[in-house]
């Protein structure tokens, strides 16, 4: 008898839940997207060791970093947390430069491989720049998609807000518009080197 008790109040539980979930769609928001780039910082230096590559690497810091504002309405018995503004930062803030010690500072050879470096420090700065469009179309896809919470309690809105939070950060439109960043390096910075011919390094040594 306790266990069809037990059912019967779960399924109740369950049902109530739903209503209040169904109920706090009403206040479903288009949220309002900002979308910026970080300032970036070039830093050059020379490991003080022999680098494992020919003359020189670039390592770029991706900035992608999601904040969230919730809107709040009260219902009977709860409220309902909804996504009202989405701001988004996404870019590099820096480039680290690495230069082989063999090449030494103020030297026709040194500036050539910085030269080089500095065109894949443009490549990186073109996925976001030739992006964009893509970068607005997923992340606006990705929030319009998230529907509201209902909570029971005051004390239970920040969660909610956290929820919402997650479920944008791992919406697959976020996940694939994150490997298409990845990609895209990989592939821009590919054409730097296929296109370098070398020549202006070899002038070094004429």
């Not at 040194?110 to 470096?117: N, T």
């Not at 920040?158 to 592939?187: F, M, R, T, V, Y």
Request: aromatic letters at 6%; proline letters at 2%.
């Amino acid at each position: 008898m306790k266990k069809i008790i037990y059912l019967f109040l779960s399924m109740f539980l369950c049902i109530y839940a739903a209503k209040a979930s169904d109920d706090c769609l009403d206040y479903k928001l288009n949220p309002k997207i900002t979308i910026t780039t970080p300032n970036w910082e070039k830093n050059v230096v020379q490991p003080l060791k022999k680098m494992n590559v020919l003359h020189g690497n670039v390592i770029a810091t991706l900035v992608d970093k999601f904040e969230i504002t919730g809107d709040i309405t009260s219902i009977e018995d709860g409220f309902c947390v909804a996504l009202k503004n989405v701001d988004v930062v996404i870019g590099y803030s820096d480039f680290l430069v690495q230069i082989d010690i063999s090449h030494k500072q103020n030297t026709c050879s040194y500036d050539a491989i910085l030269q080089h470096e500095d065109e894949h420090i443009k490549a990186y700065l073109s996925v976001i720049d030739d992006n964009q469009d893509l970068l607005n179309k997923s992340i606006k896809s990705a929030a319009d998609s998230i529907v509201p919470i209902f909570v029971h309690d005051s004390k239970d809105i920040e969660s909610a807000i956290d929820k919402l939070h997650e479920e944008l950060e791992k919406h697959p439109d976020i996940i694939l518009l994150k490997q298409h960043i990845k990609a895209d390096e990989e592939i821009r910075n590919k054409y730097v080197d296929l296109h370098d011919t070398g020549e202006t390094l070899k002038k070094c040594t004429e």
